[in-house]
């Protein structure tokens, strides 16, 4: 390989981020106008008997990829990390929807209660690429005893 005009490769090395950086803004302005914004925030388990300390619990650390009040951040707008997201948010929905919760009957509640009693237990959800970003859906111990005790309809244990 011989050597090449140096100015010649600065250009085409400059021009080539400059398209890159115009195609990246581009694509992100184009997801931010997708219609993904909340349009009305509802709160969850509204006229439901879920007790007030485990609704807590569940909105903080399950209400963006469980429910229609999804906090969409920042860089859920850029590609190709917005794929990950929406698509995430998009099966968290699909599998239970708490913005829904009032709509599901008797049996599926108690259904995704164990679900949702499980996945805690096992410290499966919130997943940890989650908590990783969003600190405050991390669960404590207490956390978990909480939703456990509503979930399989036990009292919290004492520690």
Same mark, same amino acid.
């Given at each position: ?15 080539? &981020?400059?398209?890159?950086? *115009? ?7 184009a997801s931010n106008n997708a219609g993904?914004?909340?349009? =009305?925030?509802?709160? $969850? ?11 807590? &619990? ?15 951040? /920042?860089?859920?707008? &850029? ?18 929807? $708490?913005?829904? /919760? ?8 108690r259904g995704f209660r164990v679900a949702?009693?499980?996945? *805690? ?6 997943? =940890? ?8 859906? =991390? ?10 005790? /509503?979930?399989?309809?036990s009292r919290p244990q004492p520690r």
């Amino acid at each position: 390989m011989g050597t090449g005009n140096p100015a010649l490769a600065r250009t085409r090395l400059a021009a080539s &981020i400059a398209v890159t950086s *115009v195609a990246l803004a581009l694509a992100a302005a184009a997801s931010n106008n997708a219609g993904n914004e909340i349009v =009305r925030e509802q709160p $969850l388990f509204a006229r439901s008997n879920v007790p007030g300390p485990v609704r807590a &619990i569940l909105q903080r650390a399950c209400q963006d990829c469980h429910s229609e009040n999804t906090r969409w951040p /920042w860089y859920s707008h &850029i590609p190709p990390i917005s794929n990950q997201i929406h698509t995430d948010v998009k099966m968290g929905r699909a599998f239970m929807d $708490l913005s829904k /919760w009032n709509a599901y009957s008797e049996g599926e509640q108690r259904g995704f209660r164990v679900a949702i009693g499980s996945v *805690v237990e096992n410290h499966q959800m919130p997943p =940890r690429k989650y908590v990783w970003m969003h600190h405050e859906a =991390r669960l404590s111990r207490d956390d978990i005893q909480l939703v456990k005790a /509503w979930a399989f309809g036990s009292r919290p244990q004492p520690r």
